[in-house]
C-alpha cells in the first residue's frame, strides 16, 4: 500500500514539475516573441525615418527642382550623389542653377564631367559646400558681424567669401569672381540649400 502510494506521489510530483517546466518554456518563448517583434517594430521605423530623410535630402530636393538638372548630374558623375541622400550633415550648398553651369566655358564642363576627371569635379563642387547649417539670415549676420564680409572654409578645403551688394548676397571664390545668390533657405533633411547663378572655383594652385 505505502508502495503505491508513493508512486502516486512520485507521479504527481512528476507532473507538477513537468507542467512548470512547459509554463516557464512557454513564457520564455512569450517573452522571445515579444521581444523579436520589439526589435522588428524598431527596424520598421528606423527604416521609415531613413526614407523620410532620403525623401527630403539635398539631393532628392535638388533631383526635384528643374533647374539643378545639370547640378545633379554632375553630383553623379562626382559619386557624391549619395553623400547628399544619405549622410545626415548638416551641410549647406550654394547649388548652381544650369544657367549658371551655361557661363562655364563648355570645353572645360565636358572635360570635368568625363569619368576619369570624376575627382577634378567632386573638388569643384565640394567647394560650393560647407559642413555647416546656414541661413541667409545667419550669413547676412556674419557679414554685418565682419564688418562687410565673411570668410568661410568650404568642404574642399578652400575658402569663400561672402558679401553684400545691396541687398543681395553674393559669394566670391578664390579667383575674385562671384556668384549671387538668387533663392535661399531650401530646406532638406540634412541641411540648407541656396541657389546661386554662377559656378565658383577655387584658386589654381
Known amino acids: 500500500m505505502k508502495s503505491k502510494f508513493l508512486l502516486i506521489l512520485l507521479a504527481a510530483f512528476a507532473f507538477s514539475f ?20 520589439a526589435e522588428r517594430q524598431a527596424e520598421m521605423e528606423a ?19 528643374d533647374s539643378l538638372s545639370t547640378l545633379v548630374s554632375a553630383l553623379k558623375n562626382a559619386e557624391l550623389a549619395t553623400t ?28 570635368l564631367m568625363k569619368s576619369e576627371n570624376k575627382d577634378q569635379l567632386a573638388g569643384v563642387l565640394k567647394y560650393h559646400v560647407v559642413d555647416k547649417e546656414i541661413t541667409a539670415s545667419d550669413l547676412s549676420q556674419m557679414i554685418e558681424d565682419g564688418d562687410g564680409e565673411v570668410t568661410f572654409a568650404t568642404m574642399e578645403g578652400a575658402e569663400l567669401t561672402a558679401m553684400k551688394d545691396g541687398d543681395n548676397i553674393v559669394l566670391k571664390d578664390g579667383n575674385g569672381n562671384t556668384a549671387t545668390i538668387i533663392a535661399t533657405d531650401i530646406e532638406a533633411s540634412n541641411g540648407m540649400v541656396h541657389l546661386i ?6 584658386k589654381a594652385s
Open 197 to 202: 547663378d554662377g559656378v565658383v572655383m577655387k
Open 18 to 37: 513537468t507542467s512548470c517546466e512547459d509554463n516557464k518554456k512557454k513564457e520564455e518563448e512569450k517573452a522571445q516573441m515579444e521581444q523579436e517583434e
Open 84 to 111: 547628399f541622400t544619405e549622410d545626415e550633415g548638416p551641410y549647406t550648398v550654394f547649388a548652381p542653377t544650369n544657367s549658371a553651369f551655361e557661363k562655364v566655358d563648355k570645353a572645360t564642363l565636358d572635360e
Open 47 to 65: 527604416e521609415k525615418e531613413s526614407m523620410e530623410m532620403e525623401s527630403n535630402s539635398i539631393a532628392a530636393k535638388a533631383m526635384a527642382t
